[in-house]
């Protein structure tokens, strides 16, 4: 299995364009996570799905902040507009039935 | 918030040592999990440990857990220069929801 792919690796962007980061799960996993990793606030989560429905999204800062999982083999993380402060490493995790997660790669993203 | 805080933060021995770090937290958990992430990496999960276990070991690993003081502890022994990384603890409530420590960092010297 090529194991969570996330897409890209790195994002550089302007302050208000809109972001979006894409992830592909372990086929067969059932949940899907997505964190943000900051020096400061450590690793964060965001949103999680399972079965494809949002279960949590609590840890979504702000409404700039959406996901969405159409199928159980994709899902996004879309900022809109972007700002410096969501300049951060993404990771993306998937799981079956809520035990061990397997983490994608990360996205670093900088927002200048 | 992050539920587990692991202590040291940092952490620097020699090969062939044991690194011990321990990982505090505060509501009561469903299970525990370990995981390493080597620097620019994504995490990778080391060992799961149920609520109802004391001990468990995975290789050169190590866990206990002591739910009446709400805490883990993990034990790398005869480390390696490969074991250099951060590694968290992370709670699961029922719900597979995990909240993560800020980390310890290792250091292992050749």
């Known amino acids: 299995d090529a194991g969570v792919i996330q897409s890209p690796r790195h994002e550089v962007t302007e302050m208000g364009q809109e972001v979006t980061l894409r992830c592909k799960p372990i086929s067969g996993h059932n949940s899907l996570f997505w964190y943000r990793q900051t020096m400061m606030r450590g690793l964060e989560l965001l949103i999680y799905?399972?079965?494809?429905?949002?279960?949590?999204d609590s840890g979504m800062p702000e409404d700039r902040f959406s996901a969405k999982m159409p199928n159980a083999s994709f899902s996004t993380l879309k900022i809109q507009p972007s700002e410096p402060r969501d300049s951060a490493v993404y990771f993306c995790?998937?799981?079956?039935?809520?035990?061990?997660?397997?983490f994608g790669p990360g996205t670093r993203l900088t927002v200048t | 918030s992050q539920q587990g805080e692991e202590d040291p933060q940092a952490l620097s021995i020699q090969e062939g040592e044991n690194a011990t770090m321990n990982c505090s937290y505060k509501?009561?958990?469903?299970?525990l999990q370990w995981y390493r992430q080597n620097s620019g990496r994504g995490l990778v999960h080391l060992i799961l440990i149920r609520s109802n276990e004391r001990e468990k070991h995975s290789g050169r690993l190590r866990v206990t857990l002591d739910t009446s003081k709400k805490s883990s502890s993990l034990l790398i022994t005869a480390s390696r220069a490969a074991d250099t990384a951060s590694y968290f603890c992370a709670t699961d409530d029922s719900w597979g929801k995990l909240q993560f420590g800020a980390g310890t960092q290792v250091v292992v010297t050749p």
């Open positions: 509501t009561s958990i469903n299970n």
């Open positions: 799905f399972n079965n494809n429905v949002p279960i949590d």
């Open positions: 995790a998937s799981s079956l039935n809520y035990y061990e997660q397997y």
